[in-house]
């Protein structure tokens, strides 16, 4: 039923303003305003996803955000000298992060290369991803 049919994501903030500065000029994406929320273009030339303003925000405890970066050591470095703070993790499945914030694959599990993880100001978690 709706196997071809477009679809967008979206998630919700509690300050947009903040939210605006962030994406747009901390992270460098291309952010439309509209009379609903915040557009966030994204490489790939699909949907954009959505941002709206939420007067009863809670903060999700799981990722929202993937981003793919063919080095993920640069973005980080880029990242933390515009103030982004990454987060660090001890997970009981093994997956602890380094001092950088990275857990690393060495190709013996299942997944990327290497992942990080940071928090936008609503406090939703995006990753970087390097697959290669």
Same mark, same amino acid.
Request: overall charge negative.
């Given at each position: 039923?709706?196997?071809?049919?477009?679809?967008? &994501?979206?998630? &919700?903030?509690? +300050?947009?303003?903040?939210?605006?500065?962030?994406?747009?000029?901390?992270?460098?994406? +291309?952010?439309?305003?509209?009379?609903? #929320?915040?557009?966030?273009?994204?490489?790939?030339?699909? =949907?954009?996803?959505?941002?709206?303003?939420?007067?009863?925000?809670?903060?999700?405890?799981?990722?929202?955000?993937?981003?793919?970066?063919?080095?993920?050591?640069?973005?980080? &470095?880029? =990242?933390?000298?515009? #103030?982004?703070?990454?987060?660090?993790?001890?997970?009981?499945?093994?997956?602890?992060?380094?001092?950088?914030?990275?857990?690393?694959? +060495?190709?013996?599990?299942?997944?990327?290369?290497?992942?990080?993880?940071?928090?936008?100001? &609503?406090?939703?978690?995006?990753? =970087?991803?390097?697959?290669?």
């Amino acid at each position: 039923m709706l196997k071809h049919t477009k679809a967008f &994501s979206g998630f &919700s903030v509690d +300050d947009m303003g903040k939210a605006k500065l962030f994406y747009g000029e901390t992270l460098g994406i +291309d952010v439309t305003e509209t009379p609903e #929320g915040l557009e966030l273009h994204l490489a790939g030339g699909g =949907l954009p996803v959505f941002i709206y303003q939420s007067d009863d925000y809670h903060a999700p405890e799981h990722t929202v955000l993937n981003f793919l970066v063919e080095d993920i050591e640069k973005t980080i &470095s880029e =990242l933390t000298s515009k #103030g982004v703070k990454m987060e660090q993790y001890d997970m009981p499945n093994g997956m602890k992060t380094d001092a950088q914030g990275i857990v690393r694959n +060495d190709g013996t599990n299942p997944g990327p290369k290497a992942i990080a993880w940071f928090k936008d100001p &609503s406090d939703h978690i995006l990753a =970087l991803i390097q697959e290669q």
